[in-house]
């Protein structure tokens, strides 16, 4: 069975870049499926910042970027804002046998 | 551009079941994508509870399949998520997103607002 693992929390200060992990468990991650990226606000609804590993929706900042290496993902924002500070989840498809599996999230604090 | 919203009770009773809505406007239930339920319980991380298509066919998260029934309202543009035999453990915001595959991935956008279902006495 599948299982994503992020970090519990990251942080930075702002103009700084960091760097969340998504390290996929049962298979290669890069090799064949894709992950997605959401950023959730508490009271909100989470929000996609990447698709298919490294697309960016139509919206979202250039400061959010995705790349695959071997079963993990990551998840780059430079330029660190204080409006960045939110959780953030990946996701894969996980085939027929679990469908659609989430990490744990990862916490961001901006300092 | 295509926005949903989740609508139900906030509060039901342990063994009871959950009925949810989520209605979409600003675009069709029909065409290429599927529309799915997700869930957060307090302090905890997203959980994929399953999807329907506008065929009305489904899939489900496995560890919740014998609980959980996803159904689809095209002439209501609507999509609706019940889950039976409650415990304090389903205690969530539950949301509702247009969830669209890709090759190799699937992923959730737009997302509504999220709805708070407490499971208590």
């Known amino acids: 069975q599948s299982a994503l693992t992020q970090p519990a929390s990251v942080s930075g200060s702002p103009g700084q870049s960091i760097t969340i992990s998504c390290t996929e468990t049962s298979s290669d991650v890069g090799v064949y499926n894709l992950v997605s990226w959401y950023q959730h606000h508490p009271g909100k609804g989470p929000k996609l910042l990447i698709y298919?590993?490294?697309k960016r929706p139509s919206g979202v900042s250039n400061r959010f970027s995705g790349s695959n290496s071997g079963n993990t993902a990551s998840l780059t924002i430079s330029g660190l804002q204080a409006e960045d500070e939110a959780d953030y989840y990946c996701c894969t498809y996980a085939g027929l046998s679990s469908f659609v599996v989430f990490g744990g999230g990862t916490k961001l604090t901006v300092l | 551009q295509v926005q949903l919203q989740e609508s139900g009770p906030g509060l039901v009773k342990p063994s009871g079941t959950l009925s949810l809505t989520c209605a979409v406007s600003g675009g069709s239930l029909s065409g290429t994508n599927w529309w799915s339920w997700v869930r957060q319980p307090p302090g905890k991380g997203l959980e994929w509870i399953g999807e329907?298509?506008?065929?009305?066919?489904?899939n489900y998260n496995p560890s919740l399949k014998s609980r959980v029934t996803i159904s689809i309202d095209k002439s209501k543009n609507q999509f609706s998520l019940k889950l039976n035999s409650l415990t304090a453990a389903d205690t969530a915001v539950y949301y509702c997103?247009?969830?669209?595959?890709?090759?190799?991935?699937?992923?959730?956008?737009?997302w509504g607002q999220g709805t708070l279902v407490t499971v208590s006495s």
């Open positions: 298919e590993g490294s």
């Open positions: 329907v298509y506008h065929s009305g066919n489904t």
């Open positions: 997103a247009r969830d669209q595959h890709g090759d190799r991935s699937n992923w959730f956008d737009p």
